[in-house]
């Protein structure tokens, strides 16, 4: 974990209220694992005022990039900063999907994404795609309509069988994605060693986990909690789980999807 | 670590709280800094006037619902609810990391009964590298015995309690007793002097302005427990008040906090009377501030040819 001053290669508009930023900052590539993330300050001065959280959308050597979604005040904000300007970032934070144990067996990767949760998930296939041979993957993106939906062509390069789903029908299965994924993992008999990675609003994650429980797949998700230190300080990001209170930034943000009380 | 020896006298920053010397005024508040190890590797922690703990109980406490943390102007609310391991936690797995930072380490001690905080300054006073006691009774979100109910009362609404829980601790144990007193009453110097009169060797001003947040839409509150401590460079103004009242109308020494985020803001408690200060909030935003504010004061000190901060505290003209 380091607070680095990076230096802004670039942060440029990718779809409507969607930007991709790419940042300078060797050790903290170095050190980021897929699922983790780094808390960024987004405008220098007090408003607003706390560092906000977001997930290792790249990771490469001596660089990585974040997507993220224009919300409110501190991602406009970062929307607003240009190339060549210094951004204050602490990172890498918290775990990262257990990615590696896949290792040990040919391994059938689902990756489920709704909206800007597809942002962590590039990050992963890239991993696998890269450290597991013979590996299996498909990536189902969801999003509210076609100009949202994210990182398309990212997957394709890597290889990855592509499902599509947008609530208001403008592409691909209309409707929720977790209903295409649904469709799919029963359509087909045997998936063995699949494992679900999933990111994205809470609902939709609980009902990837309800399907991977069903399916007796193993689930990993990537939690999202309001955060103000981002370093397990503060106590604010708590999840519960089966085990008592968890927190987000520090036990997560990935987490077995069956210790997660919904 | 070892830092070069400087062969001219340098700058005196010390201050004294109660028995605890440290080495300069500027330390951490309580839940805003963890047990010191969660900021390993963003700064030199050991350079800390002092580092005052996450508040424990007697018992583990899993906390409130979330969620507890919410962003509001210039501040946030929170409503963490006391969440921790208990004591016994404490002594065995975040207490010999603090032993090795080589700096004071002060205890936040909270519960939800008075005898709670006699049994903690008890059970701490036998362990080695607890340097004094902050006696939390200032935070929201403890139930109201006498009542049986949840109720946003606090002790140190209360100069009698504020009296009694203050005294039963002076009693338990020799260490430094430090008392965080809200600043949610109507007359706080009053019971500030309630604690100096229990025994507190200094007061800890100010712990979090009760407040709200909600969203409209939904008509549902932003936290989990509907309302939390406000905190943040918000209640700066209103913190300074707090001390300046205080300041008045008692003995011991202060250590104000509220919304400091810069080194102007340090020197603003310090003008109103406090001795020594805590940065919260900031430590989220700005991991490193308190170690470049400690630097800025050196700096203030010989650029103003003073030899201490003592001539600034209190000196408020009016
Ligand atoms: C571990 C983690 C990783 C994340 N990764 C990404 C990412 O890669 N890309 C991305 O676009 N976003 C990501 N987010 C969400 C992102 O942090 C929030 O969208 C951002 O903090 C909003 O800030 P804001 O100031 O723009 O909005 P605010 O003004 O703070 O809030 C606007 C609205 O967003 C909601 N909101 C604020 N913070 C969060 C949060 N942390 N989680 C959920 N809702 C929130 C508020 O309730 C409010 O309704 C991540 C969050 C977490 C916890
Ligand atoms: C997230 C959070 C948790 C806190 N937890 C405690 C606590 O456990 N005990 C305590 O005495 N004060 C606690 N406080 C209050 C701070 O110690 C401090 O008094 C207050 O935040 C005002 O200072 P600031 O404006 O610089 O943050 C907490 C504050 C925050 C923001
Ligand atoms: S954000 Fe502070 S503990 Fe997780």
């Known amino acids: 974990m380091r607070l680095v001053k990076a230096k802004i290669v670039s942060n ?16 903290i590539s170095k050190a980021a694992e897929p699922g983790q993330f780094v ?14 959280p977001f997930s290792f959308h790249r990771i490469e050597r001596g660089f990585f990039e974040l997507l993220y979604q224009v919300i409110g005040r501190g991602t406009a904000a970062l929307s607003e900063r240009k190339k060549g300007e210094r951004l204050d970032v602490i990172g890498p934070l918290g775990n990262g999907f257990d990615a590696l144990s896949a290792k040990r067996y040919p391994l059938n990767a689902i990756l489920v994404a709704g909206g800007i949760g597809v942002a962590p998930l590039l990050a992963l296939a890239e991993r696998l795609a890269h450290s597991v041979e013979r590996i299996a993957f498909s990536i ?3 999003a509210r309509n076609k100009e949202h939906l994210l990182c398309e062509k990212d997957f394709k390069k890597l290889g990855a069988r592509l499902y599509v789903a947008a609530e208001d029908g403008s592409k691909g ?20 060693n699949a494992k679900v990675y999933a990111c994205g609003p809470r609902d939709m994650l609980k009902a990837v986990a309800d399907i991977a429980r069903l399916k007796h797949f193993p689930c990993e998700v990537s939690l999202e909690e309001k955060m103000a230190c981002g370093i397990g300080a503060c106590l604010g990001c708590a999840v519960k789980t089966l085990i008592g209170h968890k927190m987000v930034c520090k036990d997560g943000p990935v987490f077995n999807a069956g210790d997660i009380i919904w | 670590m070892v830092r070069p020896k400087t062969k001219r006298r340098e700058t005196d920053l010390s201050v004294k709280i109660g028995r605890i010397k440290m080495k300069n005024p500027v330390m951490v508040a309580s839940g805003t800094f963890g047990y010191g190890k969660e900021y390993e590797g963003l700064m030199d922690i050991s350079r800390l006037g002092a580092i005052v703990t996450k508040t424990i109980t007697n018992d583990p406490r899993s906390g409130n619902p979330p969620p507890r943390v919410v962003e509001t102007p210039f501040g946030m609310l929170n409503s963490i609810g006391l969440e921790n391991d208990g004591v016994d936690a404490f002594i065995e797995e975040k207490l010999p990391y603090l032993r ?27 362990v080695s590298g607890v340097a004094g ?14 009542r049986k109910t949840r109720s946003r009362r606090l002790f140190s609404q209360d100069k009698n309690l504020t009296f009694k829980i203050v005294k039963s601790v002076r009693r338990a144990t020799g260490l430094t007793i430090i008392t965080k007193l809200t600043p949610n009453v109507t007359d706080v110097a009053e019971i500030a002097r309630a604690a100096q009169d229990g025994g507190s060797d200094a007061l800890s001003l100010v712990n979090t302005y009760m407040g709200m947040a909600l969203d409209i839409s939904t008509r549902k509150p932003l936290l989990g427990n509907v309302a939390g401590g406000l905190s943040g460079p918000a209640i700066k103004p209103l913190a300074l008040k707090a ?42 935003v700005y991991p490193n501030k308190s170690i470049e504010i400690i630097d800025g004061l050196k700096y203030y000190i010989k650029s103003n040819k003073l030899k201490s901060l003592k001539p600034l505290i209190g000196s408020l003209k009016t």
């Open chain 2, 100 to 126: 090795k930072l080589g700096i004071p380490v002060i205890v936040s001690i909270g519960g939800e009964e008075i005898r709670d905080f006699a049994r903690l300054a008890k059970r701490l006073n036998r």
């Open chain 2, 243 to 284: 001390v300046w009242d205080v300041y008045n109308h008692v003995s011991i020494p202060i250590i104000g906090m509220g919304g400091i985020v810069e080194i102007n803001d340090v020197l603003e408690f310090l003008i109103c009377g406090a001795t020594a200060v805590a940065l919260g909030t900031t430590n989220f």
């Open chain 1, 173 to 192: 299965y209309k409707g929720l994605v977790t209903d295409l994924l649904k469709k799919e993992l029963y359509a087909k008999r045997s998936t063995l």
């Open chain 1, 140 to 142: 189902f993106i969801g």
């Open chain 1, 39 to 52: 808390m960024v300050k987004c405008s220098d001065g007090l408003d607003p005022l706390l560092r906000r």
């Open chain 2, 133 to 146: 006691l902050e006696i939390n009774i200032s935070c929201p979100n403890i139930r109201d015995q006498r």
């Open chain 1, 12 to 27: 440029k508009k990718v779809a409507a209220g969607r930007f991709k930023i790419r940042l300078a900052a060797p050790s």
